[in-house]
C-alpha cells in the first residue's frame, strides 16, 4: 500500500507519520499550530519502531488533548484501512474520539487518506493555538466512608442488661396496646443506631448462622453452627454485642392492671461482613406470657421477677450467643406470644426474613417494628 507521494507504508511508525503530517496540513488552515514532532527512540540492535498506541500516547503527553484525539480518530480510520492496530488500542481509540467528537461544533476538518478514503472530523478551536502541556494526575488515596447516623425522634434510657433491678429501669412501653406497643419498638430501634460502635474486622471470627431444628418445642433456633462450639470463648472474636443495653415492656392484655405480662427487651448489635460501616440491630424480646394469668400454670411457677433474674443470670453466664426463634411459641409453654404473633402477621415475608438472614443477610432482621422472640438455656448449645 502506498501513499499519495508513493510512499511505502512499512510499518505502524510510517503510518503513524505520514497520518500525522496530512493531520498537521488540516489544522493549519483553521489556524491551529502545528502538533509537537514525536520523537521515537532508538532501541538498540533493532529496528527503530513504535506501535500506534505508543505513538498517540506521546502526541497526548505533549500536545494536548484536542491533538491527541484528532490523531487517535486517525489511527482508528488506519485500523479500518490497514489491520494496522490491535482490538484494545482500537476501543482506546474509539472512546476518546467518540467524546471529543460529542463535545465538538460544525467546523469540518477532511483528512485526506489512503486510496481515496478521507477521514472528516468537526473541530471547534478553543483559541486560535494551543500551548502544549503536561498535566501531573494527582494520587488520590481512599477514604473509608463515616456512616452517618439520623437522629432519632425519641431516646431512650441506657439500661445494662446486668440485673431485674437495672434493666426495670428502662421501660420502653407500659400500656395495653399492641400496636403502641410496636410503635414503640419502632422508635426504640431508630433510637439504637446512635449506640453502635464499630468492630475490630482484624479479630472478628467468621462462623456463619444455622438453623437449630427440632430440639425445642418452640420451633427452629437461628444461632451460630453449633458443630463448632464453643465458637467464641474470647470477647474480641465476637461479630456481635449483647450488653449494650436492655429494657422492658409491660403489657396489659386484660386492661385490669394486675395482670402485665413481662417482656424482656435485650437488643443485639451485629458486625455486617458485608456493610461493615454499618451495624445491624436485631431486637430480641424474651415473653412471660401466660405468667400471671390465673387460668394459665407457667412452668416451674415464680414470680416475673424470679424468671427475669434467672433468664439474665443463664444469658450472661452459661451463654455466649443470643439464638433467635422463629416461631410466636413463648418459650417452655404451648402458648402463642400475642405481641409477636401481631409482628409476624404485619410482616408475612418473615419466613424469607429468617432464611436470608442465615444466608449472610445480617440486616433481614432489621427492618423497622420487627422483633423476634429469644431462648434462654443453661444446659444448651449456645456458646
Request: charged share 20%; proline share 7%; glycine share 8%.
Given at each position: 500500500?502506498?501513499?499519495?507521494?508513493?510512499?511505502?507504508?512499512l510499518?505502524?511508525?510510517?503510518?503513524?507519520?505520514?497520518?500525522?503530517?496530512?493531520?498537521?496540513?488540516?489544522?493549519?488552515?483553521?489556524?491551529?499550530?502545528?502538533?509537537?514532532?514525536?520523537?521515537?527512540?532508538p532501541?538498540?540492535?533493532?529496528?527503530?519502531?513504535?506501535?500506534?498506541?505508543?505513538?498517540?500516547?506521546?502526541?497526548?503527553?505533549?500536545?494536548?488533548?484536542?491533538?491527541?484525539?484528532?490523531?487517535?480518530?486517525?489511527?482508528?480510520?488506519?485500523?479500518?484501512?490497514?489491520?494496522?492496530?490491535?482490538?484494545?488500542?482500537?476501543?482506546?481509540?474509539?472512546?476518546?474520539?467518540d467524546?471529543?467528537?460529542?463535545?465538538?461544533?460544525?467546523?469540518?476538518?477532511?483528512?485526506?487518506?489512503?486510496?481515496?478514503k478521507?477521514?472528516?472530523?468537526?473541530?471547534?478551536?478553543?483559541?486560535?493555538?494551543?500551548?502544549?502541556?503536561?498535566?501531573q494526575?494527582?494520587?488520590?488515596?481512599?477514604?473509608?466512608?463515616?456512616?452517618?447516623?439520623p437522629?432519632?425522634?425519641?431516646?431512650?434510657?441506657?439500661?445494662?442488661?446486668?440485673?431485674?433491678?437495672?434493666?426495670?429501669?428502662?421501660v420502653?412501653?407500659?400500656?395495653?396496646?399492641?400496636?403502641?406497643?410496636i410503635?414503640?419498638?419502632?422508635?426504640?430501634?431508630?433510637?439504637?443506631?446512635?449506640?453502635?460502635?464499630p468492630?475490630?474486622?482484624?479479630?472478628?471470627?467468621?462462623?456463619?448462622?444455622?438453623?437449630?431444628?427440632?430440639?425445642?418445642?418452640?420451633?427452629d433456633?437461628?444461632?451460630?453452627?453449633?458443630?463448632?462450639?464453643?465458637?467464641?470463648?474470647?470477647?474480641?472474636?465476637?461479630?456481635?454485642?449483647?450488653?449494650?443495653?436492655?429494657?422492658?415492656?409491660y403489657?396489659?392484655?386484660?386492661?385490669?392492671?394486675?395482670?402485665?405480662?413481662?417482656?424482656?427487651?435485650?437488643?443485639?448489635?451485629?458486625?455486617?461482613?458485608?456493610d461493615?460501616?454499618?451495624?445491624?440491630?436485631v431486637?430480641?424480646?424474651?415473653?412471660?406470657?401466660?405468667?400471671?394469668?390465673?387460668?394459665?400454670?407457667?412452668?416451674?411457677?415464680?414470680?416475673?421477677?424470679?424468671?427475669?433474674?434467672w433468664?439474665?443470670?443463664?444469658?450472661?453466664?452459661?451463654?455466649?450467643?443470643?439464638?433467635?426463634?422463629?416461631?410466636?411459641w413463648?418459650?417452655?409453654?404451648?402458648?402463642?406470644?400475642?405481641?409477636?404473633?401481631?409482628?409476624?402477621k404485619?410482616?408475612?415475608?418473615?419466613?424469607?426474613?429468617?432464611?436470608?438472614?442465615?444466608?449472610?443477610?445480617?440486616?433481614?432482621?432489621?427492618?423497622?417494628?420487627i422483633?423476634?422472640?429469644?431462648?434462654?438455656?443453661?444446659?444448651?448449645?449456645?456458646?
Open positions: 500500500m502506498k501513499s499519495e507521494h508513493g510512499q511505502n507504508f510499518n505502524p511508525f510510517h503510518l503513524y507519520r505520514t497520518a500525522k503530517h496530512e493531520v498537521q496540513k488540516a489544522l493549519g488552515s483553521l489556524g491551529f499550530s502545528h502538533m509537537a514532532e514525536v520523537k521515537a527512540e532501541i538498540k540492535g533493532r529496528e527503530q519502531k513504535i506501535t500506534p498506541f505508543q505513538a498517540v500516547a506521546r502526541v497526548l503527553e505533549t500536545a494536548g488533548v484536542i491533538y491527541g484525539a484528532i490523531d487517535a480518530g486517525y489511527m482508528l480510520w488506519t485500523k479500518a484501512n490497514t489491520g494496522h492496530t490491535d482490538e484494545l488500542t482500537t476501543r482506546i481509540f474509539q472512546t476518546v474520539y467524546e471529543v467528537q460529542a463535545g465538538l461544533n460544525n467546523n469540518k476538518v477532511v483528512i485526506p487518506g489512503v486510496d481515496g478521507d477521514l472528516t472530523l468537526t473541530v471547534t478551536p478553543a483559541s486560535p493555538t494551543i500551548t502544549p502541556t503536561e498535566t494526575t494527582p494520587t488520590i488515596t481512599p477514604t473509608a466512608t463515616e456512616t452517618q447516623v437522629t432519632p425522634e425519641k431516646t431512650f434510657d441506657i439500661c445494662k442488661p446486668v440485673s431485674v433491678e437495672e434493666v426495670k429501669k428502662c420502653i412501653y407500659d400500656g395495653s396496646s399492641i400496636p403502641d406497643a410503635n414503640a419498638l419502632k422508635e426504640y430501634q431508630n433510637w439504637l443506631p446512635t449506640l453502635s460502635q468492630f475490630d474486622s482484624t479479630k472478628i471470627k467468621d462462623v456463619p448462622f444455622v438453623f437449630f431444628r427440632g430440639q425445642q418445642p418452640e420451633g433456633i437461628i444461632t451460630y453452627d453449633t458443630k463448632t462450639e464453643p465458637n467464641f470463648p474470647i470477647p474480641e472474636t465476637r461479630p456481635f454485642r449483647r450488653d449494650v443495653t436492655a429494657g422492658v415492656i403489657l396489659d392484655y386484660y386492661g385490669d392492671g394486675q395482670h402485665k405480662v413481662l417482656y424482656l427487651v435485650r437488643p443485639v448489635e451485629l458486625y455486617d461482613k458485608n461493615p460501616n454499618n451495624n445491624k440491630w431486637i430480641t424480646l424474651k415473653s412471660y406470657f401466660g405468667l400471671n394469668d390465673p387460668k394459665i400454670t407457667y412452668v416451674g411457677g415464680g414470680s416475673p421477677d424470679d424468671f427475669t433474674k433468664d439474665l443470670n443463664t444469658w450472661r453466664h452459661n451463654m455466649n450467643v443470643t439464638p433467635f426463634l422463629t416461631t410466636s413463648v418459650q417452655a409453654t404451648s402458648w402463642t406470644d400475642p405481641l409477636e404473633a401481631e409482628i409476624m404485619e410482616n408475612p415475608d418473615m419466613p424469607d426474613r429468617f432464611q436470608n438472614f442465615v444466608d449472610g443477610d445480617i440486616g433481614a432482621l432489621s427492618k423497622s417494628g422483633a423476634v422472640l429469644t431462648y434462654d438455656s443453661q444446659g444448651g448449645p449456645f456458646k
